[in-house]
């Protein structure tokens, strides 16, 4: 019987030459997809995605007016959530936020 440390060669060994073998599949795999791409015309855009890459889900940013401008010009419409770097740091320097309201 193996021992555990064997075992533990092997499965990593395994892993490794799967992961090999993923690649040179997934290089197939892209070449045939760009083949089809060309052959019919298809964009990236056409399939729903864009060109640089996956992307993040994104929270959106608020549309509320900006009640303030920081001092180098920075805007915040002061709603829920966590203030903005320049708004701590002006409150944490004993400055009164309402100075800095449109």
Not at 11 to 21: S, T
Not at 75 to 101: Q, T
Request: aromatic share 6%; proline share 4%; glycine share 10%.
């Amino acid at each position: 019987m193996a021992t555990y440390i064997e075992l533990k060669a092997q499965a990593e060994a395994m892993l490794a030459q799967a992961e090999q073998v993923r690649k040179q599949e997934l290089a197939t795999v892209i070449q045939d997809i760009k083949a089809k791409m060309k052959e019919y015309g298809l964009t990236v855009a056409d399939l729903g995605g864009s060109a640089s890459g996956p992307r993040k889900a994104t929270k959106s940013k608020s549309t509320a007016p900006a009640k303030y401008r920081g001092p180098n010009g920075e805007l915040w419409a002061g709603g829920l959530g966590r203030k903005p770097e320049w708004v701590r740091s002006l409150m944490a320097e004993g400055k009164n936020i309402d100075d800095y309201l449109i």
